[in-house]
């Protein structure tokens, strides 16, 4: 379970017949906070790779953008590749069993009370 902010575009490709997949990248912060001897520890902040497919991915291409607010289930798989150097890396994704949007979306009845707002 992971609850974070997208650090960039999903990134979404269609195959065979709209089947999808997307990859999101997020970013998940652990406060700062002050030990009892004064010792300050500082915020830190962990970049996950994650993978949706099927649906999940159709509906992250639809909704989901750079700096929505997410909150993920999933399974953590270790996928290795040889990058353009020759050399042997292997990276950790979360493929997303499933996901909430947390970032509220403006509905169309708030939208038009703002366009009202603002024109006034």
Do not use: C
């Amino acid at each position: 379970m992971l609850i974070g902010n997208v650090g960039q575009k999903p990134d979404v490709h269609y195959y065979n017949a709209d089947e999808a997949v997307a990859q999101v990248r997020l970013a998940t912060t652990e406060r700062g906070y002050k030990l009892p001897n004064g010792t300050q520890v500082p915020e830190r902040t962990e970049w996950h790779n994650l993978v949706f497919f099927r649906q999940l991915a159709k509906i992250v291409d639809q909704y989901v953008n750079k700096g929505d607010k997410l909150y993920v289930e999933g399974r953590i798989r270790y996928r290795s590749y040889d990058d353009k150097q020759g050399i042997r890396r292997t990276i950790a994704e979360i493929n997303v069993d499933s996901m909430e949007l947390l970032t509220p979306r403006p509905t169309q009845e708030a939208g038009a009370q703002q366009q009202t707002t603002n024109i006034e």
